[in-house]
C-alpha cells in the first residue's frame, strides 16, 4: 500500500493579509462598509484621488446602502464598477455586519466576474490606531455577549495581540488599562472602569494603510470567535397524569 502524502491531510493555508495601499493600488477603486458600531461608516477609496466618507444612521438595513450609494453618487460610480470590496467582519453589530455581507454577495452577482473582497478586524484597527497616541499596554475590548468580552492587547512594545475572547473574570485579572470603542453597542459593562477610544474608519485607514491587517476572502461572511452551538430539545406530547387505582 502506497505511504500517504502527509501534506494531503493538511488545510490549505490562508492567504496572507495586505495593505489597504496595496489594495487600492491594484485595484483604482475600493469600497469600504464598516457596519460594526451604531453608525455605520462607507468609504471610496481610489488611486490618484482623495477619499470620500460617509457616516450613515443607527438602522444598518436602510443607512448602509444609504451610506454606500452617497460614496458612489459622488464619484459616478456603481457597485458593478467598484475594482474590490472591503469590509469589517467583526466584532461588533451582528446585524450590520451580516447586513454588510448579504449587500456584497448581492452586488458580485450584478457583475460579469466577482472583484476581490478583503476582510478586517474592528478591534485590530482601533487598538493599533490609539496605540499611536498611547503607549501601551493596554486593551481594546467589546461586549461578546453570554459574560464575555473580545479583546486585542497592545504590549509595551506596540505590537498587538488577535482579536482574543476572554470571560468576565479572565478580563477583571488582566493589569492593562481598558478601552472600548466609540460607537459600539453593549449589553454589559466591563468588570473594571473602561475609557472609550476613537472608532473612525476615515482615521483608522489612514494611519494604518500601509500595514498588512486586510485579508483576503473567498466569501463575505461575519467573523466568529467560536462556532455556533444549538441547544437541542426533544418534544414529548403532553399526556394526562394517568389517575390512581
Given at each position: ?161 488577535p482579536v482574543l475572547r476572554a470571560t468576565r473574570a479572565e478580563l477583571a485579572d488582566w493589569p492593562e488599562p481598558l478601552f472600548t470603542p466609540a460607537g459600539f453597542r453593549a449589553w454589559a459593562q466591563p468588570p473594571r472602569q473602561a475609557a472609550t477610544c476613537a472608532y473612525d474608519c476615515a482615521s483608522m485607514t489612514s494611519a494604518l494603510g500601509a500595514l ?34
Open positions: 500500500m502506497p505511504a500517504s502524502d502527509p501534506s494531503a491531510a493538511q488545510p490549505p493555508a490562508s492567504p496572507a493579509p495586505v495593505s489597504l495601499d496595496a489594495i487600492v493600488a491594484a485595484h483604482g477603486s475600493v469600497l469600504v462598509l464598516d457596519p460594526c458600531t451604531i453608525q455605520v461608516q462607507a468609504g471610496l477609496l481610489r488611486t490618484g484621488q482623495a477619499p470620500l466618507w460617509h457616516t450613515g444612521g443607527d438602522d444598518s438595513s436602510i443607512h448602509l446602502f444609504a451610506a454606500a450609494q452617497t460614496c458612489l453618487t459622488a464619484a459616478g460610480l456603481k457597485p458593478s464598477q467598484i475594482g474590490a470590496y472591503v469590509f469589517c467582519d467583526g466584532p461588533g453589530s451582528q446585524l450590520g455586519i451580516r447586513t454588510a455581507a448579504m449587500a456584497l454577495r448581492t452586488w458580485q452577482t450584478l457583475r460579469a466576474s466577482p472583484a476581490p473582497v478583503f476582510t478586517y478586524r474592528s478591534l485590530l484597527l482601533a487598538a493599533l490606531t490609539h496605540a499611536r497616541h498611547q503607549p501601551g499596554p493596554f486593551a481594546v475590548v467589546a461586549d461578546a455577549r453570554r459574560d464575555s468580552w473580545h479583546a486585542v492587547r497592545i504590549g509595551a512594545d506596540g505590537t498587538a495581540s498588512p491587517l486586510f485579508a483576503p476572502a473567498a466569501e463575505p461572511e461575519p467573523w466568529l470567535s467560536a462556532p455556533i452551538t444549538y441547544q437541542t430539545w426533544t418534544g414529548q406530547r403532553h399526556r394526562a397524569a394517568t389517575p390512581a387505582p
